[in-house]
């Protein structure tokens, strides 16, 4: 018997290995055809991006290995810098502003339950399914200070609407078009975190006398920041590569919006416009070490709140 | 308005669908199939599929008419168009073609502006050695000068930009204001405009800066100095007497609030057009083409727009200027720049195509088989309610006309002139200093592109 047992457990280890073997291949052949997508589409051209920030091409001269000067040039470029001055600030204000929104969507929707919450909450995340460039164009029409709607709220009162696409007002108009377009996804990740949070607690918590705004600002919150802090670093990385919305108002205002009014704006013109694919990876380089170092020092600061993660 | 509103919702909505075609064509029309039915990317149809096929990028407003109507006549190739985005759309796919060296067609529609930016990157073939003699005497010596660089031919002239003054003579009539001959003329009527309490008299917009150096060099600057056979040297004055001028004078026009500021190419721009919010644009012969296309002189403000010559700052000495103007180039990718060629000189050469276009105005031909037709000349242009503009005011402007020297980088000069005459119309900087940091900036740009700057 004791022998027997030992002769199995001699015998397991070698067939434990080809089942392990075996594991690995099949692991393998599972993962094989995204580890293939992921290298060839989202390693490789980093990679090739990369490799081309370290050369320079002139118009007269062709071609050379500069090492790190594009990076250099970048960091001491005024467009580059602005821009991302541009972007910094429109984070902290854009940020706050949809997050606060979102939060408070979500905390009413939660705490009312009828057939009215929830087409308002439909409608609340309407705006997220409208493309980006749809939502945008739409936007530049209702700014528009001669045929748009503000004109005629206006000219009730005999006075002249703003002008969100001047440049004093664009700032906000953006505010309000990122806004619109995303508070309603954040509310619906929200959402459905708080309806993840079981109800005993709320009872526990009117037991103990807590009212509904105390449940809400020492149960609920507290519970859901793992998905607050989620859509906070998604949408700090989402605005500091600020695209669309102003790349297409550029063509109802090139006047305020210049070609270098966000990093990745800038990256784009010098790629496609002025032929320097170089400098363009460069910028795009140093727009991810932006991201990265604000990602960090943001998760640093609240490394605290992560144990809830 | 509610008719105007509906229409400039309508320029709103077109622009929308340009642009998800843009980013959803992308580089589709970039299949350079020169042989067989292979080209599958096309806006027209073939008729004759067995022909070899060359493909092309352009964006007149008749574009497909032109097509089809040089394929039906042709029996030796076909051509296969697309329309990929209108101006600096279609350079930045044309300039990425160039970087990855393949995807741009074999024959494309360029500004002559930006002749010069291509051929540099030697993303242009030289035409002369494919049957140029045939057509030179089709088209004037300036219309070659534009397209070419030092000796070498890099397009076929197509159409050209005399630039006017086009009016409202419902506004002009209404604050009795007579066409202005010269720039001290037209701030006067501007100003007389504004005391009766009037619209704008003109727009001053920083996103039209080709518009702005035509303006300069009719004063008397010249951007550019530039001779191919020096690659590496390029004169660039960009902040000399002429052009701080001009520069005060629209920037002093636009403070006294004699003009408006709004971009040009907007809705928002073409709705004051229709809704009488400017009583002159400044503009070139493409133009009454471009208003109808959106919407301009139809309904309730047709016949009331008229065209007179371009004020002047020197009557005794009147200069013409351009702006815009296009040509077909064959591009260095191009399979066989022979047939290509073939396609770029018989495109808009036929009399039924160059006939549309200069009929409805959308085109100002520079084919002298046009430019010399009685019928061309005396046309009553229907935009400018019966007048013969062409005779009067187009037709002489084109012949006057004396070509420019264009660089090698049109794209970075017209961005740092967008962004300066932005601060100046914001009130930021003067003229004169806007035309110094234009300078500073390009000659700075030129310098890192590895030109000697003079």
């Not at chain 2, 031919?153 to 930009?161: H, L, R, S």
């Not at chain 2, 920037?251 to 040009?264: N, P, R, S």
Request: contains cysteine; glycine residues 10%; aromatic residues 14%.
């Amino acid at each position: 018997m004791i022998e027997k047992g030992a002769q199995s457990a001699r015998d397991k280890p070698t067939t434990r290995g080809k089942v392990r073997l075996r594991e690995h291949v099949m692991g393998w052949f599972f993962v094989g055809p995204f580890g293939i997508v992921f290298l060839a589409l989202l390693i490789a051209p980093l990679a090739y991006a990369l490799y081309l920030s370290l050369f320079q091409k002139k118009l007269i001269g062709g071609t050379s290995f500069v090492f790190l000067d594009n990076y250099v040039k970048a960091f001491t470029d005024p467009s580059f810098l602005s821009g991302s001055w541009f972007v910094i600030r429109f984070s902290l204000v854009s940020i706050p502003l949809q997050i606060i929104i979102a939060l408070a969507m979500a905390l009413i929707l939660d705490a009312v339950t009828s057939l009215f919450a929830r087409f308002s909450r439909l409608m609340i995340f309407l705006p997220y399914a409208i493309p980006t460039v749809i939502g945008a164009v739409m936007w530049g029409f209702l700014y528009s200070r001669s045929f748009g709607p503000l004109s005629d709220l206006f000219s009730l009162f005999g006075a002249t609407p703003p002008d969100f696409l001047g440049s004093s007002l664009i700032f906000y108009g953006l505010v309000n078009i990122v806004t619109w377009q995303w508070a309603g996804y954040y509310m619906i990740i929200l959402y459905a975190a708080l309806q993840g949070i079981d109800p005993a607690l709320y009872e526990a918590a009117r037991m103990d006398g807590a009212g509904k705004w105390q449940i809400a600002l020492r149960i609920k919150i507290p519970l859901i920041a793992p998905a607050l802090l989620l859509i906070l670093v998604f949408s700090l990385i989402g605005t500091l590569q600020f695209f669309n919305e102003p790349q297409i108002l550029r063509s109802l205002a090139a006047g305020t919006i210049g070609p270098d009014f966000t990093p990745n704006m800038y990256a784009y013109q010098q790629a496609f416009a002025l032929a320097n694919f170089n400098y363009g990876s460069a910028i795009s380089f140093a727009l991810g070490g932006i991201v990265f170092v604000g990602v960090y020092a943001f998760l640093f600061f609240t490394r605290k709140r992560r144990s809830f993660l | 308005m509610n008719k105007n509103r509906l229409l400039a919702a309508a320029a709103v909505l077109a622009a929308a669908t340009a642009l998800t075609a843009c980013s959803s064509g992308g580089g589709g029309g970039g299949a350079t199939a020169t042989s067989g039915s292979g080209a599958s990317n096309c806006t027209n149809t073939i008729p004759k599929k067995d022909l070899p096929v060359v493909t092309m990028w352009g964006w007149y407003p008749n574009m497909q008419l032109v097509v089809d109507n040089f394929n039906k006549q042709n029996a030796e190739v076909q051509v296969c168009w697309t329309n990929v985005g209108q101006g600096s759309d279609e350079y930045d796919k044309f300039q990425t073609a160039i970087s990855a060296g393949t995807g741009a067609p074999d024959v494309i529609m360029i500004e002559m502006d930006r002749i010069p930016t291509f051929q540099i990157q030697n993303a242009l073939v030289d035409i002369k050695q494919h049957g140029f003699d045939a057509v030179k005497a089709d088209y004037s010596e300036g219309a070659w000068k534009d397209v070419s660089v030092g000796g070498a031919v890099y397009g076929v002239p197509v159409d050209g930009g005399p630039m006017a003054m086009i009016y409202r003579k419902d506004l002009f009539e209404k604050y009795d204001i007579t066409p202005p001959k010269t720039w001290a003329e037209y701030e006067q009527a501007a100003q007389k405009m504004k005391d009766a309490g009037g619209p704008a008299f003109g727009d001053f917009a920083a996103n039209v800066s080709a518009l702005t150096m035509a303006l300069q060099i009719q004063k008397g600057a010249a951007p550019f100095t530039y001779d191919p056979a020096q690659r590496s040297s390029i004169g660039v004055k960009l902040n000399d007497q002429a052009s701080k001028d001009v520069l005060e004078y629209w920037g002093g026009l636009a403070k006294k609030g004699l003009v408006g500021t709004q971009d040009q190419f907007t809705p928002e721009y073409i709705s004051g057009v229709i809704n009488g919010k400017y009583a002159t644009y400044i503009s070139a012969a493409w133009a009454p083409g471009y208003l109808t296309g959106a919407g301009v002189g139809k309904g309730e403000d047709i016949g009331k727009f008229a065209v007179a010559p371009l004020p002047q700052w020197d009557p005794a000495n009147p200069v013409q200027v351009n702006w815009g103007g296009s040509a077909f180039s064959v591009t260095s990718q191009a399979k066989n720049p022979e047939l290509a060629a073939k396609v770029a000189y018989g495109l808009y050469a036929d009399k039924e195509s160059l006939t549309h276009g200069w009929t409805n105005q959308i085109i100002f031909p520079l084919n002298l088989k046009a430019l010399n037709d009685p019928e061309f000349v005396n046309l009553k242009v229907a935009f400018f309610d019966g007048q013969q503009a062409n005779k009067e005011v187009y037709v002489p402007a084109a012949n006057a006309y004396q070509g420019v020297t264009y660089s090698p980088f049109g794209q970075y000069y017209f961005d740092a002139m967008t962004k300066q005459v932005s601060a100046l119309i914001e009130g930021s900087v003067t003229g004169a200093q806007a035309a110094d940091l234009v300078q500073e900036d390009v000659a700075k740009y030129a310098k890192e592109q590895g030109f000697t700057v003079q």
